[in-house]
């Protein structure tokens, strides 16, 4: 049994313990990890990201009155509600309640609803525990009603309901893998025209791991949003669109020391998204690696999101003849490193990094061994 199926009846049993009566409705949404890519989806360029094999399940069934309960099984309270709240409460509760007001905007209110959440995605480790939770709450709040809307118009409702209501100003791609990526794929995805295909990954000789830090980040309470208003001011400077249009010659033209550098990031990334999508399509495995580690320099040295934990974790890994390449993945400041090895050197991989992290911060990593997963609204699933 998947791991999805497991947290299927998972929530079901959870919704009928909790409330007395089955769901209508259940979704249950994937994880993300990103080949390469970041802080570029909110600047409207290019991102490679992929579905993992870690899940939120959300089961929902419409009440007849405006009251919402929400329980989950990562937190012990339940939450009850009268009607949905007009401003953010700061819990978890807010990405359901964002995503539900939004669907509310495009569809007309539906009254109140009880849901359940289960999850086996960790929360805070860049694995965007976030995304899959409102695009599992959305299909499973859709489906409650009886309604249907388009893929993409749900990731887009769910990355709105995240800028608008919770208070993170993050792009369009955990919500767009959570929903619509392909297992064995990652998908090149264009956050501007919102076009996207699919890349072959590597083959099984080849592995992906996730080393946590075990540093957990928060979106909305950190320093993202701050990058993502640098961003901003470089390309007003530039008098540009967005650093999409950005290029290495305009660089010069930039007299603020700090929009610079987050200008180069965004335009080097942008081009290291495009070189790896190439390389994929390519079956040129091993041109993934100066490509990660490149971008791994650029998010410490010119976007100054990584920390000193995952830049241990990336030196770690380059020193295991096996690996491939290595970066840290996500917003920054703690989260996950993505790691690309020869599978025969996992073992190897793992406990140099295991012995070198201990050492230095004395504590273990927690390592996640993942494989690609459909996208809880990709077609034909």
């Not at 094999?53 to 009850?80: E, N």
């Not at 392909?182 to 890349?199: I, P, T």
């Not at 701050?226 to 001011?233: D, I, N, S, W």
């Not at 550098?261 to 100066?290: K, M, Q």
Request: glycine fraction near 8%; charge should be negative; include cysteine.
């Amino acid at each position: 049994m998947s791991s999805g199926h497991q947290l299927d009846e998972r929530v079901r049993q959870l919704f009928k313990q909790t409330y007395n009566y089955p769901p209508t409705a259940v979704t249950v949404a994937p994880g993300r990890m990103n080949v390469i890519g970041e802080h570029t989806d909110y600047n409207d360029g290019f991102v490679l990201p992929a579905a993992i094999d870690r899940f939120v399940a959300v089961a929902a069934r419409q009440r007849r009155d405006g009251g919402i309960q929400l329980i989950s099984d990562r937190y012990s309270a339940p939450v009850t509600l009268e009607a949905l709240p007009a401003v953010r409460r700061g819990d978890w509760a807010d990405y359901v309640i964002g995503v539900s007001r939004q669907l509310d905007d495009r569809l007309g209110p539906a009254g109140g609803f009880d849901l359940a959440v289960a999850s086996d995605l960790p929360v805070g480790s860049g694995l965007s525990s976030s995304g899959a939770l409102e695009v599992a709450t959305a299909a499973a709040l859709l489906a409650s009603r009886g309604a249907e809307l388009p893929a993409l118009e749900v990731a887009r409702l769910c990355q709105a309901a995240e800028n608008e209501f919770v208070g993170a100003r993050t792009g369009i791609m955990d919500q767009f893998a959570a929903a619509l990526a392909r297992a064995g794929n990652a998908m090149l995805l264009d956050c501007r025209a919102l076009s996207f295909q699919a890349e072959p990954l590597p083959d099984a000789r080849f592995s992906w791991l996730l080393a946590d830090t075990r540093i957990k980040h928060e979106l909305a309470g950190s320093t993202y949003n701050r990058r993502r208003e640098e961003c901003e001011a470089a390309a007003h400077s530039l008098d540009l669109p967005s650093l999409r249009d950005a290029t290495e010659a305009d660089l010069d033209r930039l007299t603020d020391e700090v929009q610079r550098r987050r200008a180069r990031h965004v335009i080097s990334e942008n081009a290291r998204v495009l070189a790896a999508a190439d390389t994929l399509s390519r079956r040129a495995t091993r041109s993934l690696g100066p490509l990660m580690y490149a971008s791994h320099e650029s998010l410490r040295n010119d976007f100054s999101v990584s920390s000193q934990e995952l830049d241990s974790l990336v030196m770690l890994a380059a020193e295991v003849s096996a690996v491939v390449g290595a970066r840290m993945m996500g917003g920054g400041f703690g989260g996950c490193a993505i790691i690309l090895v020869e599978s025969a050197g996992l073992e190897e991989l793992e406990d140099h990094l295991r012995d070198g992290y201990q050492e230095q911060f004395h504590r273990a990593p927690e390592f996640y061994r993942v494989r690609t997963v459909d996208g809880a609204l990709a077609a034909g699933r």
